[in-house]
């Protein structure tokens, strides 16, 4: 049976490898002290524990209320009893009994054992809760320890106790990893099971590329580019949709860097995925000739009933805008939030198309009925003067003479050149709003490399081209 010391500095190893205070040890000891009691003399006893650790010992005290007739032996002793060790004991004294370690007995040492083992694996858990509930979304390396079926087992740097993996389905099947290198990963949510919560990463997740442009680009970190929308095809390539709180800075240049060296960064990281950055919009109309980048879109017509836009492109830019097999279609589709027809010009008006066909007969365009709060650089009290002078949505901003907004009662330079620059983003030409895609050097072939038989195959049966007969993987 090991002495008071061996066991006090036993504790300070366990306290030392899983990082606990002073006041944890304590707690933990005490508690492993009383389970040994319990075990050795009934559910009632009471005791008191002094630690000295100068001298590294610790002192374990029994104590037992003196009483005419025991009815409960665990926590009370009879008078007659107490008197043996002094005669001095009366009915209600309390008899200090110090117990050595080796009087413990193997069984209590064990469930001692066994209590501070449940208790360091409880404050484990706690600690793994507490450190990463808050942490979803954010970036975590660590060291791969195993690889099971597929799954990646991971040793993190910093929180070497908690439980985190990789499963197959959040990994980028292009990739390949082995036992013992370095990896980055996005925390996609906490699974408790019956060992404890366990981490599950990613790198398949469009959390991971908005992680690492958050990593990459000052301005998402300080909250003045946001990223609005991403679109993701694990391994062959990202749309991300960005806005800037400031009208002073580009969204889209921020996030690409002089010379791409942000978005370089990224697309190393990603194992040469093709990126595409554009502006985000609250106009259906524009954020979908945005989204549909690299190809130059001819006119946009869109139902809010049905979440539809028919886009219309010039014959030599269909190919582009529909991608090898339909990704860049889709991808738009899915960054817009909808559904996207394409049709090219000669199609369009093969079908006598001057307006939009929509649900099998011809239409009118929608008007833009989102409201100004919704719009990036407006304040609230500028939207409040807007809203007073009959200006409630961007449709009624759009047809509003930009010569007369100064002219508005209670709107100052600052406010009107803020509505200016609004209403000049938004009215400015196809050709000057289009970004240049930014896409990986190693990535295959360009979009509008696409044969004409691929652009047949792809469009079947159909006379012209709809996101949800697309295929699901490029």
Known sequence: MPSSPEVLEAFRELADAKQLDREELLDLLKDGIQAALVRAYGPTVTFEMNVDEDDGTIEVLRLRRVVEEVEDEACQISLEEARFGDSDFEVGDMLEEELPFASFGRLAVQAAKQRIIQRVREGERTRIREEF?????????????????????????????????????????????????????????????????????????????????????????????????????????????????????????????????????????LGSERIDIVPWSPDPERFARLALAPARVTKVYFDHDSKTIQAIVDEDQLSLAIGRGGQNVRLASELTGWKIDLYSSREWLERGGEGPFLGGARGTIEEVQVPLAELAGLSPDVVAVLEEAGVATLDDLLSFDAEKISEIPGMDDESTGAVQAILHEMTKQPEEEEPAPVQAQEAPAEDGAETEEDRKSTRLNSSHTDISRMPSSA
């Open 133 to 269: 509930g808050n942490k979803i979304g954010q970036l975590l390396s660590g060291e791969i320890q195993q690889i099971e079926r597929g799954k990646l087992v991971i040793m993190l740097n910093k929180f070497r106790e908690a439980e985190a993996i990789i499963p197959y389905r959040e990994q980028n099947n292009r990739e390949r990893f082995h036992q013992g290198d370095t990896i980055r990963a996005v925390l996609k949510r906490l699974e408790e099971t019956p060992k404890g919560p366990r981490l599950i990463l990613s790198r398949a997740d469009p959390l991971f590329v908005q992680a690492l442009f958050r990593l990459e680009v000052p301005e998402i970190q300080q909250e003045i580019v946001q990223i609005q929308e991403i679109a993701r095809e694990v391994g062959s390539r990202t749309k991300v949709a960005v806005v800037s709180r400031d009208d002073s800075i580009d969204p889209v240049g921020a996030c690409v860097g002089l010379k791409g060296s942000r978005v370089q960064a990224v697309v190393n990281e």
